[in-house]
């Protein structure tokens, strides 16, 4: 019924339409009318209010800000209880010679352009958790702040750190300030793991799923080592265009730790043991 319902607010001559996978909270579905493919996302408004809202803001930047591929929006809203986001269809393609390196130089084209401050112009989501963004003058006060802080203070609460775990991460946050090189606030995708990617049929990269902000954009290089998916090339690309600064590697771990931390308020398991092991590492 909501489908219907949407596909009716849009006033689209649907020819046929398909389910198709949408990640771990969305339904998703393939439109296709007489003059274009669409994809169209679904979720409950109540439940992640303004979600799709967020996510159109943040494909608009990537879309007026990085050389990469970003699906066009063409509508988001609201109709009932169920919130919707309508995109163009992207048709996937093979990767081609220098496919990879391109997207690694995009990339670091993306990361060259210097914001004012940390942070965003309102709090988005990352996967279905609400990503704060209040703005912060510096690197370490932002990623305390709005990024370790938070999330450890829920895993405490539910019960999956103790005392211990939150004082080992207030006495890393305090070194935070010696851990990262100085670098301006740039435009981050935000969450760019393997499945936020594709390569279109023309051999160009696409990305899509973003939980822009303004940060470090070490963090954004760890997403990618995080869950692989990411070849030698990327990293060549992008070390041509925008050479990182030395010890990146070795800060790896510590980039890491705001998605690992995410995962573990989201799902458990083994991220928490992982989350609590990068802080015992560097505090």
Known sequence: MALSSIIHSLDLNVLDQKAVPGGDINEAHWLKTQDAEYFLKLNNAGRYTGMFEQEAK??????????LVVPIVIRHGQVEDEQYLLLEWLHKGSVEKNSMQNFGAALATQHQQAQSFFGWHENNFIGSLVQLNNQH???HSFYAACRILPLVKHLVEAGNFSRSDSAATSLLCTKLKDMFP???PALLHGDLWG????VTKNGKVAV?????YYGHREMDLGMTRLFGGFDDSFYDGYQLTY???KGWQQRLPLTQLYPILVHAVLFGGHYIASARQIIQQFA
């Open 58 to 67: 943040g494909l608009n930047t990537l879309r007026s800000a990085s050389s």
């Open 137 to 139: 003058p510096s690197w």
């Open 182 to 184: 100085e670098e301006p």
């Open 195 to 198: 499945g936020n990617y594709l």
């Open 208 to 212: 899509f799923d973003p939980a822009v």
């Open 243 to 245: 050479p990182l600064e």
